[in-house]
């Protein structure tokens, strides 16, 4: 599969392209077997930058990523 450069003004789609929190985390296998959520991945998916999500808290629940997608 080839990935091209997202169209202008794509920001979704460019922020997927992007380094993300749950890259190199070690609870990311857990969270996607458990659908988990934590601050720093609720942080990137409103969009804020990689300064941000870097230094929130990694303490993935349920009700963090229930709480992501109710405002998604």
């Known amino acids: 599969m080839t990935l091209e450069a997202p169209a202008a003004g794509d920001d979704a789609v460019a922020a997927l ?9 070690r609870h990311a296998t857990r969270c ?22 870097q230094t929130a808290p990694r ?9 992501v997608f109710k405002r998604a």
């Open 17 to 25: 392209l992007e380094d993300g929190p749950c890259d190199d985390c």
């Open 32 to 53: 996607g077997r458990e659908l988990l959520a934590c601050d720093a991945f609720a942080v990137w998916v409103a969009g804020r930058g990689s300064k941000c999500w």
């Open 59 to 67: 303490l993935p629940t349920r009700e963090r990523l229930a709480a």
